[in-house]
């Protein structure tokens, strides 16, 4: 039996991918060194790497998944927000300002029905730091982009991962083992606006906290919005650093997908702790790896873990 989708043409999905990717990469070009916070946005993915002064550009892809998540949940599972692929591009441009391109897809599937739908974002971000070290003064952001809901193709890449990396439901299957299918009828265009504001302060040695809020509004074919405040306490060496956060989230939308069972929730404010470790590679060898978990994403309280590697150059 041949896998099912909503019918809709993979056309856009291949389009938006292919065009944004090449457009990140051409764009990679540039010189100086990175300073600034995160501008994660409200990304259902975990905030990206904090980087410091002496980093210069970089470019990171990001997996984000409920059955990575720890300890184990009960909705560890194939419901609900599923997979966030994330790829980002930083461009400083001074000692103290830097430009971050990223691209988003997160898929969020019916818990309990065959309903879902897909999210894709393509957004622009300026980080401006103002203070005499990475931690210890303030960072200011603002974010343009476009946020697309519909069919971007995440039923085709979920079917693809089940059947190649690990068993699990599929678009073929029958009752139980059945991928949900049913994508929602046309698209929904945003235009998103957002900003951020963050304080940090060196607290002893490699210790630091920070506190902050981070927003974003959208406005098109419907309407959508997210705030974000967070405080969080960590420390950074030359090869590692840590982070503990403390985050709230509350979400509106007039958008109908995406507050399917186990999408958004909306009108709550909700507690979205995590924690993340990121190693960083000596200068002969720029790597960057990232391990984070976040709890409570979208008010599931699922524990969704990720991973985000890339190269700094």
């Keep these: 039996m041949p896998a099912r989708t909503s019918g809709h043409s993979r056309f856009p999905a291949t389009s938006v991918w292919a065009v944004s990717l090449a457009s990140l990469l051409v764009v990679g070009g540039g010189s100086g060194r990175a300073l600034a916070e995160e501008a994660d946005l409200g990304r259902a993915g975990p905030p990206d790497l904090i980087t410091r002064a002496r980093t210069t550009r970089a470019l990171t892809f990001g997996f984000s998944d409920a059955f990575l998540g720890f300890p184990k949940s009960s909705l560890r599972d194939d419901n609900g927000f599923v997979a966030n692929l994330r790829i980002g591009v930083d461009l400083p441009d001074t000692d103290q300002g830097l430009l971050r391109l990223g691209l988003s897809q997160q898929l969020i599937t019916e818990r309990g029905g065959f309903h879902r739908v897909d999210e894709g974002r393509l957004y622009a971000t300026w980080l401006r730091f103002q203070g005499s070290s990475p931690f210890r003064g303030r960072t200011l952001g603002w974010t343009l982009g476009v946020d697309v809901v519909g069919n971007l193709g995440g039923s085709i890449m979920q079917d693809w991962a ?7 439901r599929h678009l073929s299957g029958h009752g139980a083992n059945q991928l949900q299918y049913q994508y ?20 002893t040695g490699p210790w630091f906290a920070k506190g902050g809020a981070e927003a974003v509004v959208g ?6 919005g997210e705030l974000h405040p967070f405080v969080a306490i960590g420390f950074a060496t ?15 939308t007039n958008i109908g997908a995406l507050t399917l069972h186990g ?3 909306t009108g709550v404010l909700q507690s979205q702790p995590s924690v993340r470790l990121s190693f960083l590679g000596p200068r002969w060898l720029p790597s960057i790896i990232t391990f984070h978990l976040q ?4 008010d599931t309280h699922q524990h969704v873990g990720g991973i985000t590697v890339g190269a700094r150059f």
């Design 162 to 168: 089940h059947q190649t990396l690990f068993e699990g």
């Design 295 to 298: 709890w409570n994403r979208g």
């Design 263 to 265: 999408g958004y929730v």
């Design 238 to 252: 030359e090869f590692v650093e840590f982070e503990l956060r403390q985050a709230a989230g509350v979400y509106g």
């Design 219 to 224: 406005a098109g074919t419907g309407l959508f």
């Design 184 to 203: 929602p009828s046309g698209y929904e265009v945003l235009a998103l606006v957002g900003g951020q504001a963050s304080w940090s302060y060196s607290i």
